[in-house]
């Protein structure tokens, strides 16, 4: 029974994951359930694990949030409670009153300081429901937030918001936590300048939303992202800084469990409540008490324990990635530590050295190999070097949050000491952002991008870390060398057998057009790159392992159609660029020329180009010298500009027409080809989408990109003509492939 906190984590674990992608009848599983009760005798207490494992899946089935009635979509005024108020960024979250349930993430487009926690609104606006992209082989961020209890969100005004009544939600928040939490941000814009706020919000309670683009890259290359989700080094700092202050005063046993326990509490309610900061809290307070009650607690105990409470309490929490990489990450730093340690203890070093370098570098090492393959299966990458980037900049970390803290606290009493500490806490935050943007650029090179690789392997690569950690037992030995003989099997029988295939993919960037093209020797062109307010195009190149595009088109200097580009992972390069003018507004102008610094040749296409080397046929029909010569004198509009291509594949001749709203042009520069596919003109605008458009090319299918419903409402317009309608915003992204010649699509 040693493990036997462990085993009930896992078996409610699974119990949760099956619920959540297998659906089994309730009675089968009831069922299970008495049967299992029935046999523990026989079965030696084997059966309860089919009992715990039954009664997980109920319980998780049964708190899966029920559907959102059509009609909270139609409603144009609606009230709720704030329940998360900003900190930094310009959006609450509302609970919903009575008969609508739900949470509404409201974004204030002029206002962040006048809601509270706990304030009952009325707001006059319309509540949309979640629409975030969607794309094969990337999350679903609707599912989660739906999971979440999120069913939509909603923007408001100052004078669209009209404030009922205050201080409605829980009395421990309303009274020390949320007052902490604006306590703490008052105090930190007092000293601190604006960047060191940003990094320093993000280490004490993590909101790390609104970093620079550059040390959100930089921690990304050096694989220090976990600082800035508050777990156990967090925790652990607090804990023993409030531990020696208590110490000093002379509080001990019980008192001190008490005031220890009080203010990890608090301190995890400033964090928000993060899984995270709740597991490393619970495992502190274990902790606390085996100390007045002089008993022995294990860590992995601890640590299932609380991994059991969390998912009781909130069972979504499973399919977090940062509850994941916090576990597997603490769970490492329990289990494979003590081996590292026991191999570096034959190394004859000082003691001080081992305690303040060989510790922390096997507590960095036993994290790094515990989280590898989930951030390759979530990030598509990770830093082998990580628990390098790790030591250098820990010891700082771990000064900055009790100097941060500790100038809140001295706020209260002197003014001039605050400020004082605060200058100290402004040089080591100076210093932190230095050293990781240095590090970020001295470790890029060793990044590795795996792509996203299947839960399989995830489950393999855990399955021989277990053979591994166990070595001295003569069958894990056996066991690892059979496993890792048969997976390096499926990996070079894998490898063989794979070969590209033809593929086009729409993706649904939210707004804009970008397309993906593969051909069978692996060539890839991209047509646009949708709007840069998501990673969507950088994401899912990432997560297919592509790291050069042969080509790219973008068909006009609008920025729906070139943005993405803008946030494109620089370690995906592009060898040719095609485009329609030079001259465009200041984003493309900086694409441009961020490209070019890049390598990459860029060229103008217009009417009469092809575009050889693919295994397709590319054909530039459009814009033509002289519309390209009036808008260089500003005489045409951008969309006038949009190259259109005529691409051809095994007898299906597809056109994509940019944002070209000319449905004579259209015509007559496809002449006399037969067009199976059409991508809707402008995102399915009525100038565009003209019903003798469809009437003269009589398309088989036709896909919409950005945009749904559409302003020419082709929706219902084109069932009646037989033609297929697709729409990324309505389908998700959409894979066109080509079985035995013929197009077929698969929707997300």
């Known amino acids: 029974m040693k493990l036997s906190a462990v085993r009930t984590l ?71 409670v704030v329940i998360q108020e900003p900190l930094a960024h310009p959006e609450i979250t509302l609970k919903l009153l009575s008969p609508l349930s739900g949470k509404v993430v409201l974004r204030l487009q002029d206002s962040i300081s006048g809601q509270r926690y706990g304030d009952l609104l009325s707001i006059s606006s319309q509540i949309r429901p979640l629409d975030y992209p969607r794309n094969p082989g990337l999350p679903d961020y ?84 976990h600082l800035l989700a508050v777990s156990g080094l967090h925790i652990g700092v607090v804990v023993t800084a409030i531990y020696l202050l208590l110490s ?76 994941q990489l916090s576990f597997t990450a603490a769970a ?11 191999r570096l203890r034959q190394i004859p070093t000082p003691a001080r050295i081992r305690k303040s370098i060989l510790l922390p570098l096997a507590v960095s090492i036993a994290a790094t190999a515990g989280t590898l393959p989930l951030l390759a299966r979530y990030f598509y990458r990770f830093q082998p070097l990580s628990f390098l980037a790790t030591l250098l900049i820990l010891p700082l970390i771990t000064m900055i949050i009790p100097l941060a803290l500790l100038v809140s606290f001295s706020s209260l009493l002197s ?34 991008f795996t792509g996203r690789i299947p839960a399989p392997a995830v489950w393999y690569y855990y399955g021989l870390l277990l053979l591994i950690l166990n070595w001295h037992h003569n069958r894990a030995r056996t066991l690892f060398r059979i496993a890792g003989l048969l997976g390096l099997v499926l990996l070079v029988t894998g490898y063989a057998i794979h070969k590209p295939r033809t593929a086009i993919t729409f993706l649904d960037t939210g707004a804009g057009d970008a397309v993906l093209l593969e051909d069978t020797l692996g060539r890839k062109l991209l047509i646009d790159a949708g709007i840069d307010r998501t990673d969507v195009l950088s994401d899912y190149l990432l997560s297919r392992n592509i790291r050069h595009l042969d080509a790219a088109i973008v068909t006009h200097p609008d920025r729906d159609h070139y943005g993405g580009l803008l946030r494109l992972d620089p370690a995906i390069s592009i060898g040719h660029l095609f485009i329609p003018v ?21 060229k103008t296409a217009g009417a009469g180009a092809e575009l050889q080397g693919f295994g397709f046929q590319i054909h530039f029909l459009a814009p033509d010298r002289l519309t390209c ?36 042009l259209l015509k007559q ?26 009437a003269s090319l009589q398309p088989d299918y036709v896909i919409v990109m950005g945009r749904y419903p559409t302003p020419a409402r082709i929706e219902s317009i084109l069932p009646a003509k037989r033609i297929t309608y697709l729409n990324t915003r309505r389908d998700g992204g959409i894979i066109l492939r080509f079985p035995g010649g013929k197009p077929q699509f698969r929707r997300n």
């Not at 400020?419 to 990781?436: D, M, P, V």
């Not at 030079?582 to 984003?587: A, F, I, K, P």
Request: aromatic letters at 8%.
């Open 629 to 664: 010569w009036l808008y260089s004198r500003k005489l045409a509009a951008t969309n006038q500009v949009s190259i259109v291509n005529l691409i051809s594949y095994s007898g299906t001749n597809l056109l994509f027409t940019g944002d070209c709203e000319s449905a004579s």
């Open 415 to 448: 003014p001039v000491i605050a400020g004082t500490l605060a200058q100290t806490l402004h040089l080591l935050l100076l210093l932190t952002r230095t050293l990781i943007t240095v590090l970020g650029k001295l470790l890029c090179p060793t990044v590795v």
């Open 332 to 342: 490492a730093i329990i289990t494979i530590t003590p081996k590292i340690q026991d």
């Open 248 to 323: 000093v005063l002379g509080i001990r046993g019980w008192l001190r469990f008490a005031i220890l326990t009080l203010l990890t509490l608090i301190y995890t309610g400033i964090a928000g409540w993060q899984p995270s900061a709740v597991r490393a809290a619970i495992m502190s307070w274990a902790l606390f008490l085996s100390i007045p009650l002089q008993r022995r607690l294990t860590s992995l105990t601890s640590l299932a324990v609380a991994g059991i409470l969390i998912l009781i309490l909130n069972p979504d929490t499973l399919s977090s990635v940062g509850t």
């Open 10 to 80: 896992l078996l409610i674990a699974a119990g949760f994951f099956t619920a959540e992608h297998v659906n089994i009848s309730f009675w089968l599983v009831l069922t299970l359930i008495v049967l299992g009760l029935i046999l523990i005798r026989s079965t030696r207490g084997i059966s309860v694990y089919l009992v715990l494992l039954c009664t997980a899946y109920l319980y998780r089935h049964s708190a899966q949030p029920p559907a959102v009635p059509p009609m909270i979509y139609q409603l144009r005024q609606f009230q709720g």
């Open 582 to 602: 030079l001259s465009g507004d200041t984003g493309y102008q900086r694409l441009l020329q961020y490209l070019q610094a890049r390598g990459t040749v860029i």
């Open 142 to 225: 609707n599912r989660q937030l739906l999971n979440q209890g999120i069913i939509g969100r909603a923007s408001a005004r100052r004078s669209q918001i009209r404030l009922i009544r205050r201080h409605l939600g829980n009395p421990v928040l309303n009274g020390i936590i949320i007052p902490a939490r604006r306590y703490l941000v008052r105090v930190f814009h007092r000293y601190l300048p604006q960047c060191d706020i940003k990094l320093l919000l993000g280490l004490l309670v993590g909101e790390k939303g609104e970093l620079s683009p550059e040390l959100s890259s930089a921690l990304a290359d050096t694989g220090l992202w």
């Open 669 to 694: 520069t496809a002449g006399s080809a037969r067009i199976h596919i059409l991508k809707s003109p402008h995102h399915g605008s009525r100038r565009g989408n003209p019903p003798e458009l469809f």
